[in-house]
Nanobody, 125 residues
């Protein structure tokens, strides 16, 4: 049975930093892409970042240059380092896992099959 357990969310002031962690159980970690989506109230769920089993990364436009995704295979854990946080980053952040690929035109496709329960990130003064 696959389980994804997030941690590290909380309240932070604008301009601050947070680091989210997601521990994965089961056999998915070594082969699947791992990623983070987020959903703010009244908005659609959006891709924040994803990292393949070989370490290739992809980021949502709104977080490029501020967030960094990484994975530690020895710990079956994926991390999301979030810097220069803005109020619009406030959302529930979900860890997930599934297959991904780039097509011949450079478009990225990521289809998570497994989801964590989510962790709240609030950016406010």
């Amino acid at each position: 049975q696959v389980q994804l357990v997030e941690s590290g969310g909380g309240l932070v002031q604008p301009g601050g930093s947070l680091k989210l962690s997601c521990a994965a159980s089961g056999s998915i970690f070594s082969t699947n892409t791992m990623g983070w989506f987020r959903q703010a109230p009244g908005k659609q769920r959006e891709l924040v970042a994803a990292i393949t089993s070989s370490g290739s990364t992809n980021y949502g436009d709104s977080v490029k240059g501020r967030f960094t995704i990484s994975r530690d295979k020895s710990k079956n854990t994926v991390y999301l380092q979030m810097n220069s946080l803005k109020p619009e980053d406030t959302a529930v952040y979900f860890c997930n896992s599934g297959p991904s690929h780039w097509d011949g035109s450079g478009n990225y496709y990521y289809t998570p099959y497994y989801w964590g329960q989510g962790t709240q990130v609030t950016v406010s003064s």
